[in-house]
């Protein structure tokens, strides 16, 4: 079974700090994605990354693929009030057709 | 476009009480999965079917079983519930190929007494 850990489970920070979450497995994945989620609602695809050592941004956010595709992070810069929400990373087996999430974190951003 | 629909948005349900989460997709995806969602474990695969007339078991299977109805309808059933089981369900779509997004509905909060 693949397993994805994620950390930190929480961040509470104040409007303008930058955080950075991390997705860390001893798996290999053929891809990895970013969701945000915000209550009551299902989780929204943020990013796919795919190669390994690939780097995309999102306007504020900045996505990373390890190069040996076993761990991702979510860098937010000066993060705002609309940054708050669970962000879940979910990797994809060699196969394709399921992934397995990580068990998100909360963030909260104070203004 | 609705995207991925659940029925119902809420329900309570007494121990060893049945019912079933229904699920449809208009996007045409081939892929189709639910999950359970639990406070600090993220999201957990119970079945999914990755093509119209095959379901196969994920993470958490027990005390669940799925029915893929055509390529539109992914039914979750619980025949017997039970407080473990008490969670909010997500139903999510995907094409199926490498590297495609899943698309989730808004989820079923259930609760067992």
């Known amino acids: 079974t693949q397993l994805l850990e994620q950390s930190p489970q929480f961040l509470s920070i104040q409007e303008g700090e930058n955080l950075t979450v991390y997705c860390n497995s001893s798996s290999v994945f053929s891809s990895l994605q970013w969701y945000r989620q915000e209550p009551g609602e299902g989780p929204v695809l943020l990013v796919t990354v795919v190669t390994g050592g690939e780097v995309k941004k999102l306007k504020r956010l900045t996505f990373q693929f390890g190069d040996a595709r076993k761990d991702s992070s979510l860098h937010i810069t000066a993060a705002q009030p609309g940054d708050t929400g669970l962000y879940l990373c979910?990797?994809?087996?060699?196969?394709?057709?399921?992934?397995?999430f990580g068990a998100g974190t909360i963030l909260r951003v104070k203004s | 476009n609705a995207g991925v629909t659940q029925t119902p948005k809420f329900q309570v349900l007494k121990t060893g009480q049945s019912m079933t989460l229904q699920c449809a997709q208009d996007m045409n995806h081939n892929s189709m999965y639910w999950y359970r969602q639990d406070p600090g474990m993220g999201l957990r695969l119970i079945y999914y079917s990755a093509s119209e007339g095959t379901t196969d078991k994920g993470e958490v299977p027990n005390g669940y079983n799925v029915s893929r109805l055509n390529k539109r309808e992914f039914s979750l059933r619980l025949e017997s519930a039970a407080p473990s089981q008490t969670s909010v369900y997500f139903c999510?779509?995907?094409?199926?190929?490498?590297?495609?997004?899943?698309?989730f509905g808004n989820g079923t909060r259930l609760t067992v007494t």
């Open positions: 999510a779509s995907m094409r199926g190929y490498l590297g495609s997004p899943l698309h």
């Open positions: 979910a990797g994809e087996g060699e196969y394709g057709n399921k992934l397995v």
